[in-house]
Nanobody, 124 residues
């Protein structure tokens, strides 16, 4: 059984920063491709960023490129999302996702394991 647990969400002012974490247990963390997705009320879940197993490749949604940084520490079984220059449009529940296949996909439907989500609210 693989478990993903997000943390680090909260309320931040426009222009502020947050760092989200996703702790993974159950199997070898380095065997999973990982991603961050988000879902705002009334919207579909959307892609934010993905990272390869080694962390050597990353890919970002245009809306967050240059402001967010995805990373992972395979020794700590943890993935991170450093978010800067946040704006109210970033308000959403943020989810981490994992899959053991070689996907490198931005589609949420391709990921098998999901965390419970962490709320990020950016006030104007």
């Amino acid at each position: 059984q693989v478990q993903l647990v997000e943390s680090g969400g909260g309320l931040v002012q426009d222009g502020g920063s947050l760092r989200l974490s996703c702790a993974v247990s159950g199997r070898t963390f380095s065997s999973y491709e990982m991603g961050w997705f988000r879902q705002a009320p009334g919207n579909e879940r959307e892609f934010v960023a993905i990272i390869s197993r080694s962390g050597g490749r990353t890919f970002y949604a245009d809306s967050v490129k240059g402001r967010f940084t995805i990373s992972r520490d395979n020794a700590k079984n943890t993935m991170y999302l450093q978010m800067s220059s946040l704006n109210p449009g970033d308000t959403a529940v943020y989810y981490c996702a994992a899959d053991a296949r070689t996907l490198y996909s931005s589609s949420p439907a391709q990921y098998y394991y999901w965390g419970q989500g962490t709320q990020v609210t950016v006030s104007s």
